[in-house]
């Protein structure tokens, strides 16, 4: 079997299960890395896959003795001579690092990020750079659009990992797993001209352009909001107040579903005075990505989620309108819904409210792209999916990051109880400050104490309201960059996440699938034709 996927040229195709399995007791006791069977990949005259030796772990490249291929010198690593089933063999194992990442997304594609388009997508944003083979398992067979690389550049600069880092950690997360469906990278919540720059030049293929700093939320009374809207950059915006007024003034606009929204003058002002610098930032953001993308394709999305007024149903409109006369192509757009979107709880809110915007929302998206409506804050919000999925019909994406992590601790929790206590007592004390930039309402003085709890009861921690949100974000006070003057505990949380890997994977993709399954199901309903495209 081994020289027969040697000299296949192009990539081979998966091996099955039983013969991915021998093949790979066959190379552990021959090359002392034992491979991932799915993670076996075969392509121009070279094996690769990802290999495990206690909690280390190897890209092993693999060739006959003596026929070295071209591409082994994109790779690096200690080569060794082993003989499997008669055939000389070199192997080569190499670090989990940049380089050798960069060379896999050359010459085994589906390790390379790509575009996804309007399919219903789900991110999994992974901040310890383990989850990724956790979330393929979770998401293997949903039909869903994966984004295994995704990072804000807030999480980014919190947990100390680069925009290489974070992609490099899902190539070979994806290649471990044998995910073959390709995979979207986005760049989460850029806020600057420096962060498209830093996530473009890393690789990243979808870019979230975050204005919130440009959105203003309170446009005062009927005069004073007047006044801001002939204050507004309309040199940048590319119109005058006059051309906007005769655009929209007096206008009703009519949505599948029939749905109708009306503009008169206030309606027009206040949508313009909220959103309309965030607009020229957001165009100027496109633009900008553009040229330093050149001819690399790739895809936007605008989010205001983390603003402090919902997105109404109009004023989504006149942002889509907008961006769409100034040139600016999307695939998803994340408003800020009504309810409360807090970090690793249920949707606080109410149900049917969420249900009727959520409902508008989709109408706007479909009369305007199509495009996808992006859920930001999607962890844990079960009981708004089975909505969002059967009202979008696949125009859909919803993001989670910080649930992972959370789930990482559980496994953390049963694996190392003392370890788990440390994190916990530490992220109470960090609570009061870690929360400022975050939409959490938990009082720490609720989260039980370590003392107070026996050991078994530490997984149950994470199943506790205030618990959740405490330890949700103070991830990079716990795993950050910077060192607490003490042995860290990043470095012990990942030691140990390593030695409990098959726990802590199967803790991590049980939760995801838990939220995936709803929007695998409600997928069906897609049908772009949908949009009737006569505002285009
Ligand atoms: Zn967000």
Known sequence: MLSSLLSSAQLAPPLEEAAGEALAGELAATAGWRPYPRSLAAVAGALFFIGRRGREKRLCVLWPAGLEPALAGDFHGERTQAAVGGLPIVIQAGPLDHANA??????????APRLVGTRAAFGAGDRLGLATPAHVQALRGLGLAAIFAQQSVREMSRTGR??????????FGVLEQGWREGYGADADHLKTIEDADATAAAGFTMFTVDPGDHVDGVPGGESAARAKFEALPWGELETTSEDMRRAYVGRTFRLPGDLQIGFDDSTLVAAAVKYGRALAHTAAMYRHLAGVMGRRPFELEMSVD????????????????????????????????????????DYLGDLGEFERCFAEHVAVARRLGPYKISIHSGSDKFSIYPIAARLAGGLVHLKTAGTSYLEALRAVAR???????????????????????????????????PESLADDELPGVLDHFHARQVLHVTFGSVVGAEDAGRPRLRDRLLETLADNE???????????????????????????????GDDR
């Open 162 to 171: 680069t925009p290489e880092q974070v992609l490099d950690s899902a190539t």
């Open 102 to 111: 960069s060379g896999l997304r050359v010459h085994l594609q589906f390790t």
């Open 306 to 345: 983390e603003t402090d007024s919902p997105t109404t149903a109009a004023e989504h409109l006149f942002v889509a309108r907008e961006l769409r006369r100034l040139g600016v192509r999307w695939v998803s757009l994340a408003p800020r819904f009504v309810g409360r979107f807090e970090k690793g709880v």
């Open 415 to 449: 694996a190392a109880p003392a370890l788990f206590r440390e994190v916990l007592d530490f992220a109470i004390a960090r609570y009061p400050e870690d929360r400022a930039s975050y939409h959490v309402s938990a009082d720490p003085g609720e989260v039980p104490t």
């Open 502 to 532: 098959e726990a802590h994977y199967e803790a991590v993709a049980k939760h995801i699938e838990r939220h995936a399954r709803p929007f695998a199901e409600g997928r069906e309903g897609l049908s772009p034709e949908e949009g009737d």
